[in-house]
Antibody, heavy 117, light 107 residues
Framework: QVQLQESGPRLVKPSETLSLTCTVSGASISSHYWSWIRQLAGKELEWIGRIYASESANYNPSLKSRVTMSTDTSKNQFSLNLTSVTAADTAVYYC???????????WGQGTLVTVSS | DIQMTQSPSSLSASVGDRVTITCRASQSITHYLNWYQQKPGKAPKVVIYAASSLQRGVPSRFSGSGSGTDFTLTISNLQPEDFATYYCQQSYSTPYTFGQGTNLEIK
């Protein structure tokens, strides 16, 4: 059974960097694409980007200048860094696995990150 | 970016009803359309992928159809556990995009 778990600070100050890690169990991080999605207060879902085994990453152009994703195969984890955050980045952040054709088939429970001084 | 437009944004129905939610893409996405169910405080869960394929473990009262730009999610014989918010999502090209959601409420 594949499980994903987000971890990282729940409170980030404006202009600082939001950093989250997703720990994967039951599947290898070296297979599949691994995505980050966020859900804003109005319930809108926004795809942030995805990474495949550190070989390639695709980012949402709306966030591309501020986003970096990476993987750590030794820990079976992947990470998200979002720089220069503002209150508009306050959201529930989810990590998820993408399976070809089958969509985002497994999600973490989500973590609320608040940007505030 | 491909824009996804769902309708209606909210829907009231009773247990046993049949409901349909529609999703329209701003350009053809062939069959790369997924439907998610989300309950309060929980992560979205895929119910239909590739427009019409039922995710393992999802009851057969859920069905999806469509191709190109127009898609539908139908839930027959609504059960209490089906009341939730439903989102469509295109996986045809990045950036992946979601519809704005349909809140299915008990009448």
């Amino acid at each position: 059974q594949v499980q994903l778990q987000e971890s990282g600070p729940r409170l980030v100050k404006p202009s600082e960097t939001l950093s989250l890690t997703c720990t994967v169990s039951g599947a290898s991080i070296s297979s599949h694409y691994w995505s980050w999605i966020r859900q804003l207060a109005g319930k809108e879902l926004e795809w942030i980007g995805r990474i495949y085994a550190s070989e390639s990453a695709n980012y949402n152009p709306s966030l591309k200048s501020r986003v970096t994703m990476s993987t750590d195969t030794s820990k079976n984890q992947f990470s998200l860094n979002l720089t220069s955050v503002t209150a508009a980045d306050t959201a529930v952040y989810y990590c998820a696995r993408e399976v070809a054709v089958a969509g985002l088939d497994t999600w973490g429970q989500g973590t609320l990150v608040t940007v505030s001084s | 970016d491909i824009q996804m437009t769902q309708s209606p944004s909210s829907l009231s129905a009773s247990v046993g009803d049949r409901v349909t939610i529609t999703c329209r893409a701003s350009q053809s996405i062939t069959h790369y359309l997924n439907w998610y169910q989300q309950k309060p405080g929980k992560a979205p869960k895929v119910v239909i992928y590739a427009a019409s394929s039922l995710q393992r473990g999802v009851p057969s009262r859920f069905s999806g159809s469509g191709s190109g730009t127009d898609f539908t999610l139908t839930i027959s014989n609504l059960q209490p556990e089906d009341f939730a918010t439903y989102y469509c999502q295109q996986s045809y090209s990045t950036p992946y995009t979601f519809g704005q959601g349909t809140n299915l409420e008990i009448k």
